[in-house]
């Protein structure tokens, strides 16, 4: 791994995000052999946590790629209330049991370390990869690639349907620009995993009782409107560079 980072950063991080669809999308076939729902895409974001984890501790690039204190007080984030409303979309339909309890937890745990896996390969890798040579594409790159690879949802064994599918990955785009401003701003993408991992976790608990395609994407463009302005706003009054 590190042989691959120090040739090209940019490199590794697509390496990384490759085989990350790959295998994640691969478990979701695996499930099936053990019976509970989620349990091997579980392990294999554990196992992945740990891997990155260790690799960014173990040559001390913590602050690179924001697992610290942002160097912007909260307030200037606004409390980072907007991000606690985030979280919640996924009930705002009501709340459910979808799953019995072992395939919940599975769920529970996989969703808490996608979040982390996904922000850090997203916004940190591919983000500072490509922002060593321009900012503005390297917001838009790692936005848009982070929302697009939300399509593989299609295919993988999730049984998301197209439009649902559609309003997850526009969903994703915007959410992503939100993510790797407050990453960008406020030097720490601690608030961006935090708010991933929930958005993740609590969407075990979306109720899907009367959620019509019309229902689903008025939602959608409430949380799209939500994640807008509070980007706007951060970009209007924090500083340009941390």
Known sequence: MKKLYEKSELTFAIVLIVVYCMLQSLAYSLNAVTGIEYFVNGIFNIVLTVIIFGFIKKNDLSERYGLCKPDVPASSFLWYIPLLILASHNLWNGAAINFPPADTLCYICNMF?????????????????????????????SSVTFGL????????????????????ICGAIAIGFLF??????????????????????VSVFSNEAGM????????????MAIVVVYTLILTKTLPKKQ
């Open 149 to 168: 690879g939300h399509i593989l949802n299609l295919f993988n064994g999730s049984g998301m349907g197209v439009v649902e599918n559609l309003c997850q």
């Open 113 to 141: 370390f996608v979040g982390f896996v996904e922000e850090v390969i997203f916004r940190g890798f591919l983000f500072r990869a490509i922002a060593k040579d321009n900012v503005k594409e390297a917001v838009i790159i």
């Open 180 to 201: 790797v401003t407050i990453f960008y701003r406020g030097g720490s993408l601690i608030p961006c995993i935090i708010t991933h991992s929930a958005i993740n976790m």
């Open 212 to 223: 019509t395609d019309e229902k689903r994407i008025l939602f959608s463009l409430s949380r």
